[in-house]
C-alpha cells in the first residue's frame, strides 16, 4: 500500500490544493483501503469534489431564494398547508432523517475508520439515556421542553454553518477568522434560521403554542412573551445579520481572496429573506431539506475513504445509495415511531392540531442525541481552531 495525499486534481490546480490534511491509504488497484492513515480534515476542495460541493451551494441557494420571491409574491399560496408541508413529506425520508442517520458510526469516524462499523452498546446506551431525558424534560414542563429544543435546534444549526465555511478555503482565508467570528456565526446563523420565523410570523407561532398548551395542559409563556416583544427581538435579529455581513464583508476587504467570506454574505442575505417571506414551517422544512441536511451528507462523505473515492469518481448515486443504505437501521428506528404516532392519531380519529405536541417531542428526542455527535465531529476534525490564526 502506498501513502498518499488526497487529492483530486483539476487544470488549474496548484500544488498546495488538497482536500484533506490527513493521508488515505490507497491499495495496489487504484481504490480506497478501509481505515483512514490520519484524520481527515477538509481544507480546500477542489477538482471534481470541489464541483460537486459548489453544485450543491448554487442549488442551495437558488431553492431558497426561489421560494423567498414565491413567498412575496404568491402569499397566499405559501399560506397552504400542502404547499407548508410538501418540504417535509418530500424530503423526511431521504434526507431529513438519513442526515442523522449515521449517528452511530461516530465513533468509527473518530477513529479515523471511515463509516464502516457501528457503535458499542456503551454508544447507544448514552443515546437512549439523552431521549428519555428529553422525554422527561417535556413532561415536567412544555416551555423548559420547547426553549431547549429551539436553543439546542439553533446552535446545531449554526455549528453547520460553521463547518461549511471551513470547507473549500485556504490556509489564508482560514486565518482571516478569529474564534470570536467563529462564535458570531454559530449564533448569529443559528438564531436566525429558528427564531426568526417564528417571531416574524407570531400568528403562526401563537396558533403553534396554543395546539401545544391544550394538548400539554400548561401555557406556553415564551410564546406570548415573544409576541409582547416582537419588534424590539426582530430589531435585535437584524442587527445580528448585519454584523454577520459587516464581520464577512470586512474579511473579503482585509484579504481581497476569501470566496468563503463573499459566500457568506450571500448566504446570510437568502437566509433572511427565506425565513422572513414564508411561514415556519414552510421556511424550516426547505432549510433544512435543501441547506442543513444534504450539506451535512456531504460532510460524512468526505470523512469516508469509499465514498471519497466514488465522489472524486463520479460515482455520485452510488455514494448515495450506500450512504443510505448504511443508514437505514436508525431511520427504519424513527419510521417505526412515526408510524406508531400515526396509527395512534388515527384510531382515535384526533384532529391534526393534536399531532403538534407530539411531532415537537418527538423531534427534540432525535435532535439532541444528533447534535451531541455533531459537536463530537467538530471537536475531531478541530473546526473551531481552523479560523484561529
Known sequence: MADCQVMVQSKDQTASDVIFTGALMIDERG????????????????????????????????????????????????????????????????????????????????????????????????????LGLVLLTWALSANLGLLTFLIFSAYHFGQGDLYWSTLGVGAEAQAGRSRWASLLLVAGRGLISVFLPFIRHDQDSLRIAESLSEQSGQVITLAVWASRHRTGLLAGLGLIALVLISSAALRVRRLQIDDRAFREIIETVILVLLMVTTPPVLSVGVYILCWHAPRHILRLMLLDPQHQHDLAERRVRQALVSFHLRSLPLVLAAVVILVLITAFWLRYDLAPEQLVLPAFIFVNAITIPHIVTVTMLDRFQKIWRRGEP
Open 31 to 130: 481504490g480506497p483501503s478501509t481505515t483512514l492513515s490520519a484524520p481527515p480534515n477538509p481544507q480546500l476542495l477542489t477538482g471534481r469534489v470541489g464541483a460537486l460541493a459548489r453544485q450543491l451551494d448554487r442549488l442551495t441557494l437558488t431553492v431558497c431564494l426561489l421560494f423567498s420571491f414565491l413567498g412575496l409574491a404568491l402569499a397566499k399560496l405559501v399560506e397552504l398547508p400542502v404547499i407548508q408541508w410538501a418540504p417535509w413529506m418530500i424530503g423526511i425520508f431521504f434526507l431529513v432523517l438519513p442526515h442523522g442517520g449515521l449517528d452511530d458510526r461516530t465513533p468509527s469516524l473518530v477513529r479515523g475508520e471511515g463509516l464502516r462499523s457501528r457503535a458499542g452498546l456503551g454508544f447507544y446506551a448514552w443515546y437512549l439515556g439523552l
